[in-house]
């Protein structure tokens, strides 16, 4: 078993643990044998205030359809972000896409530009992983721009509403685009190693 393995096993043990679908994860990845910065890291993700085009376009290079883009996003139903990565949703206005009161509660926590403060990114059921987050979008009430702008567009309005309103179809999709993902950049024989 590899870092790389370990760390796909950690990320569905996190999901399960939380309320999630529990999934077989395909072994035997092996480890690169240099590691990339931060910078690299960031580089190959859409950043919180992208669009749905550029959501889509950059991960179709990776072989995501936008089903899967709006499976993965549904990840936002755990965790917390920091008040810098959605601030301009709230100043030097609210974002029109953003519902009031859900801009108030935000402003509440985060009051200023360049706060350190976080928030959950799902306030509603923060510790459960469900299909929460996709009501949420419904109601205006996404954390980022990447997040409400995949209720707000055409070509994927109907998937966060599908994904909403059956948590198990969620699920399905989340497992499938998860196991895709496990399955990129695979390093084959005498590339990496196995740590």
């Known amino acids: 078993v590899s870092c790389a ?11 399960v ?25 960031l580089a190959n993700l859409p950043p919180p205030f992208a669009n749905t085009t550029t959501l889509l376009n950059s991960l179709a290079l990776k072989g995501f359809n936008p089903t899967d883009v709006v499976a993965l996003s549904g990840g936002h139903t755990i965790g917390i972000a920091h008040c810098t990565s959605f601030e301009s949703r709230l100043f030097p206005s609210r974002d029109p896409t953003m519902d009031q009161t859900f801009f108030n509660n935000l402003r509440t926590t985060c009051p200023v530009l360049n706060t350190t403060n ?22 205006r009430q996404g954390l980022f721009t990447s997040d409400q702008d995949l209720y707000t567009d055409s070509r994927t309005r109907g998937i966060v509403t599908n994904f909403a309103i059956n948590q198990t179809l969620f699920f399905q999709n ?22």
């Not at 393995?5 to 999901?15: N, P, Q, Y």
């Not at 679908?21 to 690299?40: A, E, H, K, Q, S």
């Not at 976080?118 to 109601?139: A, E, G, K, Q």
């Open 174 to 195: 989340f497992v499938n685009a998860m196991i895709k993902m496990s399955q990129l950049s695979v390093l084959t024989g005498t590339q990496g190693e196995i740590r």
């Open 5 to 15: 393995d370990i760390t796909a096993l950690a990320a569905r043990d996190a999901v």
């Open 118 to 139: 976080t928030t959950f990114m799902d306030t509603r059921s923060p510790n459960v992983f469900d299909n929460r987050y996709y009501v949420d979008l419904m109601n």
């Open 17 to 41: 643990l939380s309320g999630g679908p529990n999934y077989n994860i395909p072994l035997g990845r092996r480890d690169g044998l240099n590691f990339v910065t931060t910078n690299v890291t």
